[in-house]
């Protein structure tokens, strides 16, 4: 069984500057939620893709977006980067949505804002 | 709007000794789970134990068991007989139970070094 995967691992990039982020979910999920965790905070739910809809947003701007494939991959894009958004972003897979979905974090991708 | 609170940024413990990570949270509802997360140096979260709102009976998986004060909005975490494995990063989680995303809202988290 293939865990969730996330690339790139770590990213550097300028302000103004666009990013995409890419996430493999576990085998046989079907649901994807990013979060964004700053430095020595908790995670901060960005969206949830269900079936290749967004299926709930957080409290983040239009410059955050995403895409749900197929396969159930799923990217995050993120627009006009600013120096704010460098975080540790993680993707979890669940095999349903709500509650009783568990989720399966991937390790994450660190960006940096310069 | 709900918030989970972690008030001990860092915890210590010796080796096979037990530590206790203090967690409190805010909610109207009446229906949600409680969640501890583990987030080791580089590598992925992954889930430690779960507890629903309505059970009055505390969590046990293991070496970790939970001290649930639904009244106080109490949700600490007990790790007896301390492994230097558990050393991480452990995040303290709250779900509302009519959410269609599982959206989790976390604490700021709390780092746990076990020393040998």
């Known amino acids: 069984e293939t865990g969730v995967t996330q690339s790139p691992t770590h990213l550097i990039k300028t302000r103004g500057q666009q990013v995409t982020l890419r996430c493999s979910s576990q085998?046989?999920?079907?649901?994807v939620s990013w979060y964004q965790q700053a430095l020595g905070q908790g995670p901060q739910f960005i969206f949830q893709y269900y079936r290749e809809e967004e299926n709930g947003r957080g409290n983040f701007p239009p410059r955050f977006s995403g895409l749900q494939f197929p396969n159930y991959s799923s990217e995050l894009n993120v627009n006009a980067l600013e120096l704010d958004d460098s975080a540790l972003y993680l993707c979890a897979s669940s095999a349903v949505t709500g509650v009783t979905g568990e989720l399966f974090f991937g390790e994450g991708s660190r960006l940096t804002v310069l | 709007a709900q918030t989970v609170t972690q008030s001990q940024p860092e915890m210590s413990v010796q080796e096979a000794e037990t530590v206790t990570l203090s967690c409190t949270y805010d909610t109207s509802e009446n229906n949600y789970y409680l969640f501890w997360y583990k987030q080791p140096p580089s590598r992925q979260m992954i889930l430690v134990i779960r507890q629903e709102a309505y059970k009055q009976q505390n969590a046990t998986e293991n070496r970790f068991s939970v001290n649930f004060q639904k009244a106080a909005k109490s949700f600490s975490l007990k790790i007896s007989d301390s492994q230097l494995g558990d050393t991480a990063m452990y995040f303290c989680?709250?779900?509302?139970?009519?959410?269609?995303?599982?959206?989790?809202?976390f604490g700021q988290g709390t780092t746990l070094q076990v020393k040998p």
């Open positions: 085998s046989g999920h079907n649901t």
């Open positions: 989680a709250f779900v509302n139970g009519s959410s269609n995303t599982g959206k989790l809202i």
